[in-house]
């Protein structure tokens, strides 16, 4: 086991904001799935979609949003996203396979496609390609840890220039059980995400009740997040994150 400390990112909403692509990728997908949202283009992402962001999960819950949004009332589905979402499958006789396959797809033929115009809808958030450089300087190796799919991540970190010592797509499994391999091959420093329910479930995870937690202020949040945190989870602004990491809170 190597000496050099690795800090684990999310990708989505930590290190690249991809809300454009979000949009464009669900609204293509939903057009093949013959449900193309009258009256909205691909190219302009909605305010109630960037809205719901937080609450999504998996890729296919974008689809549906793409779907559901002609119609589709923010306040009822923020206030029961679950039992919402439920019923917009039901009513569809859509399956969350279907649609992350039919999600897939779309990436996969824009990358085949157009490379260069599919990596232009993501864009890192300021200062963090810089900042993931300079952790070779503090001693520290890097990874990445994302529920989206190794190959999409791989192509948009290459296109960034940016090489972590380790990437894990959703293929690798629930995060929890990742980090744990993880944890047996190197000294964690920590885990950066912008998903709260998950670093709750990280810390409620045996084996990582002492691994340092940030939650990313400028990700996809919902209002709440910020609120009332856990003490094991730390609220990390990009002031501080820019920082050394000997003196991140």
């Not at 190219?43 to 998996?58: E, I, T």
């Not at 793409?66 to 859509?94: F, H, N, T, V």
């Not at 799919?149 to 990437?167: C, D, Y």
């Amino acid at each position: 086991m190597t000496a050099r400390p690795l800090l684990v990112f999310d990708f989505d909403g930590v290190i690249v904001d991809g809300m454009a692509e979000y949009w464009w990728s669900a609204w293509m997908a939903a057009q093949r799935l013959n449900a193309e949202p009258q009256g909205l283009g691909p190219d302009q992402v909605p305010q109630g979609f960037r809205r719901l962001r937080p609450w999504v999960h998996h890729g296919w819950e974008m689809v549906l949003l793409a779907a559901e949004m002609p119609r589709l009332d923010p306040e009822r589905w923020i206030k029961d996203y679950g039992p919402e979402q439920a019923l917009a499958l039901q009513r569809r006789g859509w399956s969350a396979s279907q649609l992350q396959e039919a999600l897939d797809e779309v990436r996969q033929q824009a990358v085949g496609s157009d490379r260069a115009a599919w990596l232009g809808l993501h864009h890192p958030f300021p200062g963090l390609v810089d900042r993931l450089q300079a952790l070779q300087g503090e001693g520290v190796d890097w990874a990445v840890l994302t529920t989206k799919t190794a190959a999409f991540t791989a192509e948009l970190l290459e296109s960034l220039g940016l090489q972590p010592w380790r990437l894990d797509g959703r293929e690798a499994g629930p995060k929890p059980e990742v980090l744990l391999r993880l944890q047996r091959e190197r000294v964690l420093a920590g885990f950066v995400e912008d998903r709260r329910a998950t670093l709750e479930t990280v810390h409620g995870t045996d084996g990582l009740q002492a691994l340092p937690c940030w939650l990313a202020s400028w990700g996809y949040l919902k209002p709440s997040d910020r609120e009332d945190l856990p003490q094991e989870i730390q609220l990390i602004a990009p002031e501080r994150f820019a920082a050394p990491l000997a003196q991140w809170p």
